[in-house]
Structures are given as structure tokens and as C-alpha cells.
């Protein structure tokens, strides 16, 4: 007998979880449960935390998001565990860190044994669908994903991956037919996300609806011509942490950046209209956050990088509307392996233990902040320069602590530093919050079973062959997917099973 996967072990358990659920109930005569809530989640691609106007950003029109941040909670201080796509994506989808997954370069394929997001809810009874760029499956970035690797996501519309944004590809249910969205392809991707909605709107089955846009990574050249026409680069002001030599450049690309996200901006307000318009605001968590942010020109780091420590690359916006919930700033810091835990807990859903990351749903109820250590990393960082290299840090409500293979790297006090432009790392003055910060790293990494060495020992160790750019090659016909899978010879990390309480 084979043993059971991951993903069939987690189906099988959430639905035996909902089924004693309902018949206790039954049992004890009590009247039914109330609706699960529909969930919303919009994902953006490297739209950076301070890039809308409730962030404070002077230039950027993002008056849809503004509206909604007063309604939701604002996440002030959440980071993305790897700042670059597919390894947040895979430790989105499973709660899990990359250096239990192995899914810290791009391009790489999730497992299958990985049980995931969309399998979790479809077990417990949800409608799951998915539209836009999906960058987990590592058969190549324009290759067809059949049904049996969308890691449970029914309806489908979507493209490993694609930044061709006016004339961008996907493929929808068995078909491996290429098709094209119409124009710009974040509208019509908006357009068919709000049909999906209004079916859903005569169903009682609740739903999860998963929007991962493709901007506003770069190119940013190719934004409608008309939100470009918004930001002329010569009024645009840029923060004084970007450096003479990068001005010009930064100044150029946050045309099309800014662009990008006011369209996305839009698209926003579209789907919050329909929710709204059919009623299903009323059941439905709505989510808006981005995998990663970018850098454009900050801290002498050329503009569409990310994969670096500082908070233009790794913190994310997160705004989470509740059905009946009111606006409020949460200081309490969040990094993307607490994302699934928290929306199965505000769904009342069992969480599986394989989740590494932290359920902060009791706090939201409570309406509560913790200063807890968001751990986020660079594993192995594909673009190998002085400001890109291995890393591990935390966030909390007020600092960020960076640690390099060489020890201690960078201590910002984000509150009185906002453009993290004075590290007190190496000041004797501070010398006890570095220890304070470190103990807080070190048990979070302990946790997960990180014992921080080189990138390339985690590539060896995961099996990889990576390509010239230092990564996973994507851009061949005959590209061989690359699933991680540790090396017999190396030891396995081995995570408590004990979850640490949220205040560590």
C-alpha cells in the first residue's frame, strides 16, 4: 500500500473535521451553523507597501484602495517571507516557509504532495477559482497546467506566467489552447473575475476567488497610455533615499509603475462594486496585498529589483476586509506563511498542523496587536551583487533586524526611520537591542528548523540545477520542471510541532 499524500491525508481530514462539526451540532439540536464566509483575495505583483495614498505615497492615485483601507484592516507591518514570485507564492499557498518546501527560486514546481490552499477550502466545502499568473508549476512560463497541478483550483483561467500584459496568454479548464485576454489583460481579467461573481451570487456554496494580477512588475513601459499620462516623470518626487545616480531611471520607470497600479486601482474598486452590487459583501473577506515589492532606485539599487532586505523590496501592503468589520490600523506584523492559517480561522476552518505559519484570527477578533518577529529571508538569491545575498530578518512593530552570514547586517527603527537610511547595527549604543533582535531571529529560525548557511548548500541540497542567471532555467522549449526534493544525504529540517504563542 502507497502511503497517502499530503494533499489527499488533508482532504480527507478537513472533511471528517466539518462533517463532526455538523452532526454534533445536529446531535445536540442546535440550529445550524452559520454561512462560511467567500473569500476575495487579490494579489498583486511587486507593488510595494508605501505605493498607494493611504500609505502616504505624494504621487501615486490609488483612491479605490485609500476608500478601502478605511474599511479594512491595514496590515502596516507585513513582509513577504521571500521577496520574489514563486517563492512567496508556494509559502502563500501552503503556509510553509521556503526552506521546508524547497521552493526559494523561481520557476520551480510545487510538489504535489504539498497540500495547499485551494485543497484545504474545497474539502471544507467551497467553490475555489483562480485567474491570472500562477508561476508554481515549472513545466515553462507559456506551457499548459492541466487540472491534476492547479493544487485544487477548479475554475481556471491562467498562465504560468506572462508580463506581456497587452496581449498576455491563458488557458482555461482541459483545454491546452492557447488563448489571449482582450487588450490590457488586468481588465479583462477583472471583467471575467465579475461574471464569476455574479454566478456565484445565486449559489449558497461558499467560494474562494483567487486574482493574481501580473503588475505592477515590471515592464512598465507597456501601462495604458492614459494612466501613464498621469505621471510625467519630471513631476514625480522621489524619497530621499534614492540616490543621485538613480534618479533619472527611477524617474522614468515610476511612470509606468505608478501607471500600472493606478489601472490596478481600478480594477479593485470594479470587483468591490459587483461584491457590493450582488450582495455578496455582506459573507465576503476581501483581501488585497502583493507577492513582493520593489526597489525602483532606493538605496542605489537599480530600479524592478527585489530580493533584498530593505522594505521597499520586501514589505507588502495588506488590507483585509471583514463582512462586518470596521477599519483600523493593525501594527501587528505579519509575513506570508500566517496568510492561510489566519483566513482558515476566520472561516472557522480546522488548520492542518503541517502550516508552519501563525494563525493571527484571535487577534483580529479580539482587536488586539502583538509585537511578534515576522520572519521573512533570502535563500539564495538569483541576483548575486552586494546588496542581494543570503539574509534572514525579522520585522516588528517597530524594527527591522537583518542578519548576514557574516553576523549582524542591518538594525533600522522604522518608526523614527522610515527610509531605513541610518543602520544602527554597528552602534555600540545599540549593541543590546542587536542581542534582543538576534534571540528574537534565532527562535524563529529555530522553529522552522533554519539553520542558515550559503544559497548554494540549499541548492545542493534541494537537488537544483540552476542556469547562467542563477536560478531555475524557464526560457526553453524543452525545459525540465525541477520539483525540490531534498537529498538523501542531507538532513532533514525537523519544525516542532509546537507553534510558539504569537508575542514571540
Known amino acids: 500500500m502507497q502511503p497517502?499524500?499530503?494533499?489527499?491525508?488533508?482532504?480527507?481530514?478537513?472533511?471528517?473535521?466539518?462533517c463532526a462539526a455538523m452532526g454534533s451540532a445536529a446531535v445536540g439540536g442546535a440550529s445550524a451553523p452559520p454561512a462560511k464566509p467567500n473569500i476575495v483575495y487579490v494579489l498583486a505583483d511587486q507593488w510595494r507597501a508605501s505605493a498607494t495614498g493611504y500609505a502616504g505615497d505624494p504621487n501615486v492615485k490609488t483612491p479605490n484602495l485609500d476608500k478601502l483601507a478605511k474599511e479594512a484592516l491595514n496590515f502596516r507591518n507585513t513582509v513577504s517571507v521571500c521577496a520574489v514570485c514563486t517563492p512567496h507564492r508556494a509559502a502563500l499557498m501552503t503556509g510553509r516557509y521556503p526552506t521546508s518546501t524547497g521552493m526559494f527560486l523561481n520557476d520551480a514546481h510545487l510538489p504535489d504532495e504539498e497540500l495547499c490552499m485551494a485543497e484545504i477550502f474545497q474539502a471544507a466545502g467551497y467553490a475555489t477559482a483562480?485567474?491570472?499568473?500562477?508561476?508554481?508549476?515549472?513545466?515553462?512560463?507559456?506551457?499548459?497546467?492541466?487540472?491534476?497541478r492547479r493544487q485544487g483550483w477548479e475554475y481556471w483561467k491562467g498562465a504560468e506566467c506572462d508580463h506581456n500584459y497587452n496581449h498576455s496568454h491563458y488557458y482555461t479548464g482541459s483545454s491546452d489552447v492557447k488563448q489571449f485576454w482582450d487588450g490590457y489583460d488586468a481588465f479583462a481579467q477583472t471583467k471575467d473575475a465579475q461574471q464569476y461573481l455574479r454566478q456565484r451570487a445565486r449559489s449558497r456554496q461558499p467560494f474562494i476567488l483567487f486574482m493574481a494580477y501580473g503588475t505592477p512588475h515590471f515592464p512598465h513601459a507597456t501601462a495604458p497610455a492614459e494612466f501613464k499620462a498621469l505621471y510625467p516623470p519630471e513631476q514625480i518626487k522621489l524619497p530621499p533615499n534614492v540616490s543621485a545616480a538613480q534618479q533619472q531611471k527611477a524617474r522614468q520607470e515610476a511612470q509606468g509603475y505608478y501607471a500600472h497600479c493606478t489601472a490596478l486601482d481600478r480594477c479593485v474598486g470594479d470587483l468591490l462594486a459587483t461584491l457590493a452590487e450582488t450582495g455578496l459583501a455582506a459573507n465576503t473577506i476581501f483581501v488585497f496585498t502583493s507577492d513582493h515589492g520593489e526597489m525602483l532606485g532606493t538605496h542605489g539599487v537599480p530600479p524592478t529589483t527585489k530580493q533584498v532586505a530593505w522594505s521597499e523590496a520586501a514589505q507588502v501592503p495588506f488590507l483585509l476586509r471583514l463582512p462586518a468589520g470596521s477599519g483600523r490600523v493593525v501594527q501587528t506584523p505579519l509575513t506570508t506563511p500566517d496568510i492561510l492559517p489566519t483566513l482558515l480561522g476566520l472561516a472557522g476552518l480546522a488548520i492542518p498542523q503541517v502550516i508552519e505559519g501563525e494563525d493571527l484570527s484571535p487577534l483580529i477578533r479580539?482587536?488586539?496587536?502583538?509585537?511578534?518577529?515576522?520572519?521573512?529571508?533570502?535563500?539564495?538569491?538569483?541576483?548575486?551583487?552586494?546588496?542581494?545575498?543570503?539574509?534572514?530578518?525579522?520585522?516588528?512593530?517597530r524594527y527591522t533586524y537583518v542578519r548576514g552570514l557574516e553576523g549582524p547586517w542591518m538594525l533600522f527603527d522604522d518608526e523614527k526611520d522610515p527610509y531605513q537610511m541610518n543602520?544602527?547595527?554597528?552602534?555600540?549604543?545599540?549593541?543590546?537591542?542587536?542581542?534582543?533582535?538576534?534571540?528574537?531571529l534565532q527562535n524563529q529560525l529555530k522553529r522552522i528548523g533554519d539553520t542558515f548557511r550559503p544559497g548554494p548548500e540549499y541548492i545542493r541540497e534541494w537537488g537544483y540545477e540552476i542556469g547562467a542567471h542563477g536560478s531555475v532555467p524557464y526560457n526553453k522549449p524543452d525545459v525540465k520542471p525541477q520539483t525540490p526534493k531534498r537529498n538523501p544525504q542531507a538532513k532533514p529540517a525537523s519544525p516542532e510541532t509546537a507553534k510558539p504563542p504569537v508575542n514571540q
Do not use: C
Not at 483562480?130 to 491534476?148: A, N, Q, T
Not at 502583538?370 to 520572519?375: E, G, I, K, P, Q
Not at 541576483?383 to 542581494?388: D, I, L, N
Not at 547595527?425 to 534571540?439: D, I, N, S, T, W
Open 130 to 148: 483562480y485567474i491570472g499568473k500562477w508561476h508554481l508549476d515549472g513545466h515553462g512560463r507559456s506551457s499548459y497546467i492541466p487540472p491534476e
Open 423 to 440: 543602520n544602527l547595527a554597528g552602534q555600540p549604543e545599540h549593541a543590546a537591542l542587536v542581542r534582543e533582535l538576534e534571540a528574537r
Open 366 to 397: 479580539a482587536g488586539r496587536d502583538a509585537d511578534r518577529a515576522a520572519l521573512y529571508m533570502g535563500v539564495a538569491p538569483f541576483v548575486r551583487a552586494e546588496f542581494a545575498k543570503e539574509y534572514r530578518a525579522i520585522r516588528t512593530s
Open 4 to 18: 497517502m499524500k499530503k494533499r489527499n491525508f488533508g482532504r480527507a481530514a478537513g472533511l471528517f473535521a466539518v
